[in-house]
């Protein structure tokens, strides 16, 4: 099996891979990085986004040893220095999440989302740009207020 | 009023796990030395087993064992049960056929289990379950409920005419009487259409057998991880109840659909026995989860209601048929009988009514409780027949609704509830009131300049939920009653432990549970932690479902509360010197009447376990079990307005307000959550979800993300027009004043929003999902009748 070296939050890790070994397999089996989850087997439902290179991700969707190199961030990377990233912070202040399964696919998509459109995007925006986004509990409501007061902080 | 007590929008204690990507799912625990385990699922939808050969995949590499039907057998391990008996009219019992862990002798769905694979690596075992030859013969099947009592497939040999049981509530001689001298009959043909839940985290289970002890740990996907164990080992027989551990982690949303028993949960603890005490593992792929949780709705009624000449309804008639699916899910039984038949009157004075169930088999997937359970098919059937009648009998729909309003509590309905308070009037003001209903020709011209049809649609529910009071479910055929357990821990620091029976997969426990806490003890929400879904912590409760957590979970914490409280009395007047009597306990300090003595909250914890003072019993621990005296009722009105597109029938909904009357709100914020968060379950069922068996093949077509319709955010009306309203009329039975509101978002929304689009298109009839297609179809039938 061949060797996988690349940065995951930060960190140099390498890890042995099958060349079928998704990104997010590896993240969750072998980093035991679990706050990337898998909801679909059809790349619909962006519980699994991550960042490589800076760009959101469908992380069930990339293979795992395509990411040589790269530098990858999961939701456990995005607070810095302890202190949460501001689209988590929203998350929270607006009540953006319950079960919360989806929430971590969605922080991450919402902070690709105000990196490509800034900080004043708009709701249609938002609405459309988390098509490929699933949520079975909110409603999509607060996640949308949630990605806008998040987009003003950050 | 108490920064974090009840009636704060306090932000929630649970978020910083989730936010951080540290919450903890069935899937993200792993046991040492775990193996992996993968079912062999039938692609019939009703078929004889005639062999299963397992020998080739039993050698494959890192196969530890396949097991099949006859294994399960061998062990003497029970079926799946459904927990609710319902009686036929002609007296006798429903015709339940058995539901293995493991298919035996035949299959009746596709999804079907009937081997599982167990193996070092979940690839293996994948490779092993492709390897496993079963040998199929072929039987007739049915997928479609209203052919399921004249089609010739049949699912169970004990259900004739896949009859499980023909049941009836109400006085049918005086409903036929009150339709025989009716001013004006309106009747429809109503499908409620199969949904697939999809909580957005699949089903999963961990099964370990520790052969030191002979015990055995279940994590699992549950709503009720004591309901599970019960079930576990008092019907499947797998071991008595103390040697087995059910936790129910994190769970990522549930809706009903985890609240079930499910073969494949038992099937890994099985398992882990057999592959010599190695935790088998599990986690559901989505086509997985769509071929095997059980759906909802199902629903084929004929339905019709009979006014008098001032246009006052006199009676209420229903048909339905209910598809079960192949096999009787937990509580699958009770959904189109107590669930749906009991709220059957609405909102409104209905002196006679009259409801026919028959439930039937069918081969596809059971059929169980999906968010709101019984109560949207009758929401449905109720507010379908309100805004049709109206409109036939050229009143407003808001008005009709009004003459016809429930105005004096308690209420008595023809269906067995009572309800005990409520103001619907206020309800609907507020409701056109926030909606500008005044002012919608208006916006009808506007949107018509646009090549848009605009409609508006209105929607008055009611529901039963906290559920339930034990006796009453009992003499109704539950087999358990439905009360909740508390405990309340007090540490020697004054910080307080709250273990529930309630389970919060989404809902908030841990920041709502710790608010009321903070309420009674006067102490910071921070000092408050809430402990559930863990047998092992908690001793017993009936879990989260059927917006019970709120009514009847707390209730049980605040029975616990008043008795730690009076305990910690003795203590402080032990301290104080004084008597028991003369304490008082408020905002978080103990005084003596009469007197400047005074101690806080935490200093009677540290002495209730300091003891020195002689006299009680030291520590502060005490528990509580709540039985419900009635169901709660929570009602409101929801208004949809629409823009469907003249030439292609895409839907838009364009302005959405509800008002909810939920009783006193523990936290207005997450309750706000709750009601959005099930409007777009209902937008997507009356929209977007179809769930799709094929006819000719029994495939169920929609298995995965790129057919099922999943409401998404651009489905949900913006921001600023999706508004919510509360009224307050508090609940009687219960503490706290409160009702439920898990569910009367999925309940009201789907007939708000079909009326909406009957009133934009002007057509009587629409079938559930209305795609563009179904609504256009509907729109031409309406241009050529205009020819
Ligand atoms: S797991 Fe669903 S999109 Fe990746
Ligand atoms: S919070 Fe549960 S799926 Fe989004």
């Known amino acids: ?86 689209m988590q912070q929203a998350f929270h202040e607006e009540h953006g999440l319950q079960c919360g399964f989806c929430t971590p696919g969605m922080i991450m998509a919402a902070v690709d989302i105000v990196k490509r459109n800034g900080k004043k995007v708009d709701e249609e925006t938002i609405r459309r740009e988390l098509s490929g986004n699933l949520c079975r509990c909110t409603g999509y409501h607060n996640i949308v207020k949630a990605v806008q007061s998040g987009a003003a902080n950050m | ?101 493991l298919a035996v002798g035949k299959v009746r769905y596709v999804g079907d289990h009937v081997a599982v694979v167990v193996a070092d690596s979940k690839a293996q075992a994948a490779a092993a379950a492709a390897a496993v030859n079963v040998s199929y013969n072929a ?63 699949p089903r999963a289970a961990i099964g370990s057998y520790d052969t030191g002890d002979d015990h055995y740990t279940l994590y699992t996907t549950s709503q009720n991880p004591h309901v599970a164990r019960l079930v576990i080992s008092a019907f499947h027989g797998l071991c008595p109840e103390h040697k087995l551990r059910v936790i129910a982690p994190d769970v990522g949303g549930g809706f009903g659909s985890k609240i079930f028993i499910y073969a494949e949960e038992v099937v890994c603890l099985w398992a882990s026995k057999r592959v010599g005490g190695r935790p088998v593992k599990w986690t559901a792929d989505r086509t997985e989860s769509f071929l095997s949780d059980a759906h909802g709705r199902d629903h084929v009624t004929k339905a019709e209601l009979a006014t008098d000449s001032s246009g006052k309804i006199t009676g209420l008639r229903v048909h339905t048929i209910a598809s079960m699916g192949a096999y009787l899910s937990t509580f699958a039984s009770c959904v189109p009988t107590y669930l749906y038949a009991t709220l059957l009157s609405g909102q409104y004075n209905i002196p006679n009514i009259y409801a026919e169930v028959d439930a039937v088999y069918t081969n596809t997937s059971p059929v169980d409780a999906y968010r709101g359970a019984g109560r949207p098919e009758a929401t449905y059937v109720v507010e379908r027949l309100m805004e049709t009648a109206a409109r036939e009998l050229k009143m407003d729909p808001a008005e009709f609704r009004r003459r016809n309003f429930i105005t004096s509590f308690p209420h008595q309905t023809p269906v067995i509830m009572m309800y005990d308070a409520g103001d619907y009037g206020a309800a609907l003001d507020k409701a056109l009131e926030l909606s500008d209903y005044r002012n919608v020709k208006a916006r009808k011209a506007e949107a018509a300049k ?85 047998t092992d912590k908690v001793q017993f409760g009936m879990g989260t479902y059927g917006s019970r957590s709120g009514a009847v979970g707390m209730h049980a914490i605040s029975k616990a509360l008043d008795k730690a409280i009076t305990k910690a009395k003795t203590v402080a007047a032990h301290c104080m010197e004084a008597s028991a009597d003369d304490i008082e306990f408020k905002d978080g300090a103990f005084t003596v009447t009469g007197t400047d003595k005074k101690m806080d909250w935490s200093a009677v914890a540290l002495q209730a376990y300091v003891a020195h003072k002689p006299g009680f019993e030291p520590g502060i621990k005490e528990s509580a079990f709540h039985d419900p005296a009635n169901f709660v009722f929570p009602a409101g009105v929801h208004v949809c307005e629409v823009d469907v597109d003249m030439d292609t029938g895409f839907t838009e909904v364009v302005r959405y307000t509800c008002v909810d009357d939920f009783g006193n709100l523990i936290n207005p914020m997450i309750v706000e959550g709750q009601v959005q968060g099930g409007v ?101 039938g309406m241009r050529k009748a205009a020819e």
């Open chain 2, 450 to 534: 646009r090549g848009k049809l605009r409609g508006v649609g209105l929607s008055a529910y009611i529901e039963a939920c906290g559920i339930a009071p034990s006796a009453a479910v009992g003499s109704l055929g539950a087999g358990v009653g439905l009360w909740e357990s508390a405990e309340v821990r007090v540490n020697p620091v004054g910080t307080v432990e709250i273990l529930t029976g309630s389970h919060s997969h989404g809902q908030g426990h841990e920041t709502t549970f710790a608010q009321l806490v903070s309420d009674r003890l006067g102490i910071d929400i921070n000092n408050v932690s809430v402990v559930h879904g863990d």
């Open chain 2, 1 to 101: 009023m108490n920064a974090t007590g009840v009636g704060a929008s306090v932000k929630r204690k649970e978020d910083n796990r989730f936010i951080t990507g540290k919450g903890r799912y069935t899937d993200d625990i792993n046991l040492k030395g775990q193996a992996y385990a993968v079912f062999v699922r039938s692609p019939h939808a009703h078929a004889e087993i005639k062999s299963i050969n397992t020998k080739k995949a039993a050698g494959m590499p890192g196969v530890l064992g396949v097991f099949t039907g006859s294994d399960v057998a061998e062990d003497k391990i029970g079926g799946l049960i459904c927990g609710w008996m319902i009686h036929s009219k002609d007296g006798s019992a429903m015709k339940a056929g058995p539901h293995p862990i």
């Open chain 1, 1 to 86: 099996m061949p060797t996988l070296s690349l940065k995951v939050n930060g960190k140099a890790v390498s890890g042995e891979v099958e060349g079928r070994t998704l990104l997010v397999e590896f993240l969750r089996d072998q980093l035991g990085l679990t706050g990337t989850h898998v909801g679909c087997d059809t790349s619909q439902c962006g519980t699994c986004v991550v960042h490589v290179d800076g760009k959101a991700v469908k992380s069930c969707t990339v293979l795992a040893a395509s990411c040589a190199g790269a530098s990858v961030t999961t939701i456990e990377g995005l607070a810095a220095n302890g202190k949460l990233h501001p």
């Open chain 2, 139 to 201: 039987l007739p099947h049915n997928v479609d409920a209203a052919k399921a009592m004249s089609t010739k497939a049949q699912v169970h040999k004990e259900a004739a005419n896949n009859n499980v049981y023909n049941w009836g509530l109400g006085d049918e001689a005086a409903t036929a009487a009150a339709f025989k001298s009716a001013a004006h009959v309106t009747k429809l043909d109503i499908v409620n259409n199969r949904l697939i839940p999809n909580a957005m985290e």
């Open chain 2, 680 to 780: 777009a379950q209902g937008i997507g069922q009356a929209l977007l979800e179809a769930c799709v068996y094929d006819e000719d093949s029994g495939q169920l077509l929609t298995a995965s993300y790129m057919d099922y319709n999943m409401p998404r955010a651009r489905n949900m009306p913006s921001i600023g027009e999706f508004k919510l309203g509360f009224t307050c009329t508090p609940c009687p039975t219960n503490p706290m004043g409160m009702k439920g509101c898990g569910e009367a978002g999925a309940i009201g929304s789907p007939p708000a929003v079909i009326n909406a689009i009957t009133d934009a298109i002007g057509v009587r009839e629409l079938p559930m999902p209305a795609t563009p297609l179904t609504v256009w179809q509907a729109m031409q």
